[in-house]
């Protein structure tokens, strides 16, 4: 069995069978220099350093590794840490990997970046690093999330990003997919798409993951430092599994460490309204490259649905795809009920609010702790923080 995840993808975009540049010829060419431009810039020190620097004085990285004492006690079994993502500047992982794109557009000359947004916290990240480096940034959102989203709507604005309303479709996320995807097709030349997870066609999912390893080579030497040892296991939520990815690279060759993505369970496994994509769904291909995917009996994405919006599409990274088949990364679902369950105990046993999306990490981590020894350990990935969802959660719980 193919072991060297290291060197993945291979030079046309495939971790195992998933992958690839599933994409007209035209885009292919396109999609080959953003790859050649990355390849020759993250190989110069000016390009790393500036990064790294964003990093430290920017972003305030590196992010703490907190031990969630009052948490594990409470489970009992494994002693709970947590990898202090919410901490980052804008309140999560995306920063990590909008900042590398911001810089690679800049550096190829481009005019503009462009992205959707469904939540608009890849909105609000790209806002902000387009602000910061410098560049012009377009963003486009159903006007259903416009109208849900607020707060995110108006910083996209303070942050000088011109913001699409989409009135088309379900004006929601996949019309929001389209409506950015034609405009970025104007000119592809001079404006850079900034996909917004390990997904989409070749180079994204490499690129993507490479920007977010910062997380997990981190976290290892942290770990290492606190507990003379590595974790036994290691949690992270999955959506399109960027903040996953960014967590599991580095601990991928260290075999004794357990790896568990965790998937939204919704309204429960056996009803329509999940985005369990690796564990229920089946082998396919969408925007443009192939993975497991939710789909009809035609191919077409099904709706998909979680009480974290950042966790609710039908695809999911390539690289994930492979992991699950060989084995390497054990992928779980947690329900809306595990979740919040998971949100509201964070909260009040550690003072730490998380983000919907993270609270699935937790939930998992909390249910398998009492499982475990007590010597043993378990790190959680806490991608973001859950200013955006209290408002949800109040009125959702009555509080
Ligand atoms: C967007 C988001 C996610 C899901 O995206 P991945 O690419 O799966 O990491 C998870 N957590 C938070 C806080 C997010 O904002």
């Known amino acids: 069995m193919q072991r060297n995840f ?56 590196p992010s703490p590794i907190f031990h969630a004492r009052r948490l594990s006690a409470r489970q009992g079994g494994a002693r709970i840490f947590l990898k202090r993502e919410d901490l980052n500047h804008t309140g999560a992982h995306k920063i990590n990997h909008c900042l590398g794109e911001a810089l690679l557009a800049k550096h190829m000359g481009k005019t503009k970046v462009l992205a959707e947004t469904g939540a608009g916290q890849h909105g609000v990240a790209l806002a902000s690093a387009c602000a910061l480096v410098g560049i012009d940034c377009e963003i486009h959102m159903g006007e259903i999330d416009i109208a849900k989203e607020h707060p995110n709507v108006v910083k996209m604005k303070i942050l000088g990003c011109k913001l699409v309303p989409v009135s088309r479709g379900t004006r929601t996320l996949k019309d929001a997919v389209d409506s950015a995807f034609e405009e970025y097709m104007k000119d592809p030349v001079n404006f850079l798409y900034a996909i917004g997870s390990v997904v989409g066609p070749h180079p994204f999912p490499k690129m993507v993951r490479d920007f977010q390893s910062i997380i997990g080579r981190e976290a290892r030497a942290q770990f290492l430092k606190l507990e003379n040892k590595l974790p036994d296991m290691v949690v992270a939520c999955v959506g399109g599994g960027s903040n996953a990815m960014g967590m599991f690279t580095e601990f991928l060759p260290d075999e004794a460490v357990k790896l568990v993505g965790v998937e939204p369970g919704g309204k429960g496994l056996d009803t329509p309204d999940h985005a369990a994509t690796l564990t229920l769904g089946s082998k396919g291909a969408i925007h443009g490259f192939s993975c497991y995917t939710l789909q009809d009996e035609q191919g077409n994405p099904l709706p998909v649905y979680s009480i974290a919006s950042g966790l609710d599409y039908p695809g999911v990274g390539p ?7 060989i084995g390497r990364v054990q992928y779980e679902a947690i329900d809306d009920a595990e979740c919040l369950d998971a949100f509201m105990t964070l909260s ?28 043993q350990t378990i790190l959680v990935n806490l991608s973001g923080r859950g200013d955006k969802d209290a408002d949800f959660v109040a009125n959702y719980l009555s509080l």
């Open 6 to 61: 290291l060197e993945m993808p291979d030079n046309q975009g495939y971790f195992g069978e998933y992958g690839g540049q599933l994409i007209p010829p035209e885009l292919k060419a396109i999609m080959d220099g953003i790859n050649d431009a990355y390849e020759e810039v993250r190989k110069t020190a000016a390009f790393q350093e500036e990064l790294s620097d964003l990093y430290t004085n920017y972003v305030g990285r």
């Open 319 to 325: 690289q994930h795809c492979y992991l699950k088949d």
């Open 348 to 375: 009040r046993t550690e003072g730490i609010i998380p983000a919907l999306e993270s609270a699935h990490a937790v939930a998992y981590a909390m249910k398998i702790a009492k499982t475990m020894a007590p010597e």
